[in-house]
């Protein structure tokens, strides 16, 4: 089943930086972090060190039943970079836009998430992170949501772009106030990097421009032996008078 080894890889970037004014931000200058007993490890920051991952949204339809957090009812689309900055004829599903001959990709758009990376030995010999932690950089960090029967036919086309979600009847656009994921991406056997067991957190909460509220709880591992999503909205209480 090597396929597995695609779902958290970060192979289109840093490892092969394709522009020349990209070249600072591909080194590895983070600082070291405590690793394991003989194994270094180096901590890059991003946005400050290192461009982050060139991608719009955790949206992927790189691997089968591997695409958003959904709980069959609804799904949850989170924003690492603007809505308005994804290109309309971008596919979402593919995740990855990185630098090429036609411009900068995702790198074109600012960063809305800040964090930083945890590699064995930097992005020079690994393959990806052991670890990565990313938290919002704004106040309002975009979040959508899309009824899940309304999204699944995109996801089963392979094709699902900016503008088919903002045409879907059941979108509801929120903002997290407070947005974290815990990512522990895969390795591929014979090279160094990646994360022993691959699988990703995420936990966001905020308001709904409809006015009520949000929270969202991912929690994915073991290929999907674990999954477990929790989507709720509600509206806040009124006080009295």
Sequence with gaps: MTHHYDRFSYRYWIRKCLFALLALACL???VLAEGLPGQPAA???FPATSPGVPAYARLELLIPDFDVPNNNRWAAIVF????????????LGDFFDPPGPEGLGAFACPLLIEGHEIWTNGPEDDV????????NAVPELPVWFVAWPELEPYLA?????????RTMRSLRRGHARWFEERLYPNGIPGL?????????SIRASGDLENGGVFSLHWDYANFGETDIVSIRFWRPT???G
Excluded at 157 to 165: A, F, K, M, T
Excluded at 192 to 200: C, L
């Design 128 to 135: 990806a992170p052991r670890y990565v932690i990313s938290r």
């Design 28 to 30: 590895p200058t983070g």
């Design 43 to 45: 901590q890059l920051d």
């Design 192 to 200: 160094t990097g990646g994360a022993e067991q691959p699988g990703i």
């Design 80 to 91: 690492y970079r603007s809505p308005e900055c994804v290109p309309t004829d971008f596919n």
């Design 238 to 240: 009124l006080p009295w």
């Design 157 to 165: 086309s392979g094709h699902v772009d900016i503008e088919d979600l």
